[in-house]
């Protein structure tokens, strides 16, 4: 009896890291993950009577069948891209901003303040205003938080986190109060912006699309060569290397943050200008998660993170199509990305992590223990 | 901190370079102009098998109930009248009115798939449908319940659902034995959409019993389905024993069923949610304006007006009445909806009380479509807005 208790100490099933894969392990862990996904979506259409092949089919047509069909995908592909981009320098940092939403919203509030009540300024000149305050809204948004995580050690995927909510409230406040329409009686919204507050087309899609591969392009060079981008990757690896090293921790976090929702920020203002062509309630839209999804599977890579945004972009777009195409009900494609998702994000886990078995009778196993600890030092 | 500033001012630069860049461009999208009509219409016929029909739905006819259920038994209707087939309607349903670029994308897709016509059914899509009436000079939006048109391919279509209001005004003010009447609405007086139905409603009222009160609670939504609820309850236990209704859900009918007295639905048939509750319904039956409007684009007749009907074309009706109604209701309800279709009365004739002791209109005159659609900013006597 006393020897068997001693020995299940150890979980029967339990989680630890995996060595380094090579990448070619890892791309194919991932193409394991995506058929995976395919094979239990396809059940899960063949179940509600639909072929998964002409489904599936049409998700990729549905995305590029028409010029038309393109733009709406690259549309839809601007506001996640950017904010992917921006969360990314605070996970490269390990500072859990899931508060990406928010900061859009922000960013959304901050720009729409000029477009509303001073757009009678030039536009380009009105345009560069409101990207600046978006960028200082999403900023400011977003260093709130890591002001608190300096001073007092606060939890900052809460903190992040609840500050979404309260961003969408003001929106909601100002919607109901202060910035409603008053040609509108019937509805509560804010006004749609004239003609000089919205961004203007560029092959038929506004030009978020120029201003994301801009950032793109900075983003790029600010990790990979910048003094900035070193002083991230040292803090992401460990804050005693960087203390040590003499950097002054709390001052690149607070830097960081505030470009990560100052980025955050910008896709707001681009889809408020350029695609709202007002404030709504609806400006975020759950970009700032999927923005988090995506910045993830990309492994915090920008090349990744356009390539990855992209396929996300075609998957909403195309599950869009089917509902219209075939009837689907819009929880049907809902469900399908999701069981994609699923699979695609476990995918991801499997690179990093591997399940382990107890092993019969063999207490040594416990000295695995410690690598588990490394994967959520912060 | 140096080289950041120039990193974002930089980035500024181009952008702004950009806008100025491409400013001209964008302006030319919206010139093209579909004047080209010859007499009649402003677009060519399109055959009947190759016609497309968009549909943009706020939430999922699947609920079987309501606003948007009644929308596409207009949509059904419309299909059937016609004979198009399934895949000539494309319908995107649940969609947000407080997500622009949603409602934008909708449109959008319903063009891609090749529809000559799309119906964007709610009120909060009004300025997408502007917006993309004028990038798109093609395709025809037609916008239902607002106010805004371009009178060539962004019409606005609406309908007198006073009537039918008013009518079921004398079913409830034959019922009433507290001379109690509640009247859960959206809006009050503030939108005239609201404050003429409750008008139309209490003038019914005052028609066959001058001693009831019709008692208003505001909701400010279109959709709120506990607070729809609690204001029918409210009112009850403030003594109204007939609830009538100008929001989306049943539940004012559902509370009055609970609470054991009777009401009056709105929008589709609600004697299917409360039995032993509803009166009768205010209804629309969209199919009388969708398979008109259709009409126009596949005979090429399309016009751009906007559509403004009444129980005369059909789009408005009053249910069948449950038999606890008064005795009398049948007959004085008959005898009105005569006067109403044969034109010599319509509800808003001659000088009216209001509520506030003001008269509005003239002896002998009738308010006009548009006064009724925009201008209607008081109660008649016999309203209290609680």
Not at chain 1, 199 to 226: E, M, N, Q, S
Not at chain 1, 268 to 291: K, Q, R
Not at chain 1, 310 to 334: N, P, R, W
Not at chain 2, 356 to 366: A, L, P, R, S, W
Request: overall charge negative; glycine content about 12%; aromatic content about 10%.
């Amino acid at each position: 009896m006393s020897e068997k208790n001693t020995t299940h100490k150890e979980p029967f099933l339990r989680v630890s890291k995996r060595k380094e894969l090579t990448p070619r392990q890892s791309f194919g862990l991932k193409m394991i993950s995506l058929l995976l996904a395919l094979i239990a979506g396809g059940i899960f259409l063949a179940v509600l009577g639909y072929n998964p092949f002409v489904i599936y089919g049409t998700i990729i047509t549905g995305a590029f069948r028409s010029t038309l069909a393109v733009q709406g995908t690259v549309k839809i592909m601007i506001p996640l891209f950017i904010s992917a981009l921006g969360v990314t320098l605070a996970y490269k940092m390990q500072f859990w901003n899931i508060g990406a939403e928010g900061q859009i919203i922000m960013g959304a509030i901050f720009a729409s303040y000029f477009g509303l009540f001073h757009d009678n300024w030039p536009r380009p000149l009105l345009l560069l205003v409101m990207f600046i305050a978006a960028m200082i809204g999403g900023g400011l948004w977003a260093i709130l938080p890591a002001i608190f995580k300096n001073k007092w050690n606060t939890n900052e995927t809460l903190f992040t986190l609840m500050l979404n909510y309260i961003a969408l409230h003001i929106i909601a406040f100002l919607r109901d109060g202060p910035w409603r329409d008053p040609a509108n009686p019937g509805f509560a919204k804010i006004a749609t912006f004239t003609e000089n507050a919205t961004l203007p087309k560029l092959f038929g899609v506004h030009i978020g699309w120029v201003i994301a591969l801009i950032l793109f392009v900075l983003v790029y060079i600010y990790l990979k060569y910048t003094k900035h981008g070193y002083e991230i990757t040292v803090i992401g690896g460990s804050k005693a290397t960087a203390n040590y090293a003499g950097m002054n921790v709390k001052k690149i976090v607070l830097r960081t943050i505030f470009l990560s929702g100052a980025i955050c920020g910008i896709a707001g203002f681009s889809n408020a200008a350029g695609s709202d062509l007002t404030l709504a309630t609806g400006v975020a839209g759950g970009v700032g998660f999927t923005a988090i999804i995506v910045a993830w599977l990309a492994d915090l890579n920008p090349v990744g993170i356009l390539i990855v945004s992209f396929l996300f972009a075609i998957l909403d777009k195309g599950s869009s199509v089917i509902q219209s195409a075939y009837g689907l009900s819009t929880d049907c494609s809902d469900v399908l990305e999701g069981i994609i998702l699923f699979f695609v994000i476990a995918g991801g886990f499997f690179v990093r992590y591997k399940f382990v078995m107890r092993k019969k009778k063999s207490p040594e196993a416990t000295s695995e223990a410690p690598d588990m600890k490394g994967g959520e030092a912060a | 901190m140096r080289k950041k500033i120039l990193s974002v001012i930089l980035a500024a630069s181009m952008i702004a370079a950009c806008l100025t860049g491409c400013g001209g461009a964008a302006a030319t999208t919206g010139t093209a102009d579909a004047s080209a009509g010859s007499g009649a219409g402003l677009f060519p016929a399109v055959p009947k098998d190759q016609i497309k029909v968009g549909v943009i739905h706020i939430t999922d006819p699947a609920e079987g109930s309501g606003y948007t259920y009644t929308h596409d038994l207009g949509i059904q209707g419309m299909q059937k009248n016609l004979g198009l087939a399934d895949n000539q309607i494309i319908r995107k349903n649940n969609t947000d009115d407080g997500d622009p670029t949603a409602i934008e994308n909708a449109i959008l897709e319903c063009i891609e798939e090749g529809c000559q016509i799309i119906f964007a059914t709610s009120y909060g899509y009004m300025d997408t449908c502007e917006k993309v009436a004028t990038e798109y000079p093609d395709v025809i939006i037609s916008h239902g319940t607002g106010y805004k048109s371009n009178g060539k391919n962004f019409n606005n279509y609406f309908g007198r659902i006073y009537q039918a209001r008013y009518l079921s005004g004398i079913a409830a003010g034959l019922k009433t034995e507290s001379n109690k009447i509640g009247y859960v609405s959206a809006f009050g007086k503030t939108l005239s959409e609201t404050g003429g139905g409750i008008d139309a409603f209490a003038m019914g009222v005052e028609s066959v019993n001058p001693d009831a009160t019709v008692y208003v609670k505001v909701t400010n939504s279109w959709y709120d389905p506990e607070g729809e609820a609690q204001a029918a309850q409210a009112l009850i236990s403030d003594g109204c024993d007939v609830i009538a209704q100008h929001c989306d859900t049943p539940n004012p009918q559902l509370a009055a069923e609970e609470a054991g007295v009777y009401g009056v639905g709105y929008n589709s048939d609600m004697s299917k949610d409360a039995p032993k509750a509803v009166l009768c319904s205010v209804m629309w039956d969209w199919s009388a304006y969708y398979t008109w409007a259709v009409e126009q684009v596949i005979n090429g007749t399309w016009t751009g007006e906007n559509y403004y009907g009444g129980m005369k074309e059909g789009l408005v009706t009053l249910s069948d009445l449950a038999d606890f109604n008064d005795p009398e209701a049948a007959a004085k309800i008959e005898e009105a909806r005569k006067k109403m279709l044969d034109g010599s009365f319509n509800v808003f004739d001659g000088e009216i009380e209001t509520n506030d002791g003001q008269i509005v209109g003239t002896k002998g005159g009738t308010l006009d479509d548009a006064t009724i659609q925009g201008g209607i900013d008081w109660y008649y006597k016999n309203v209290v807005e609680k």
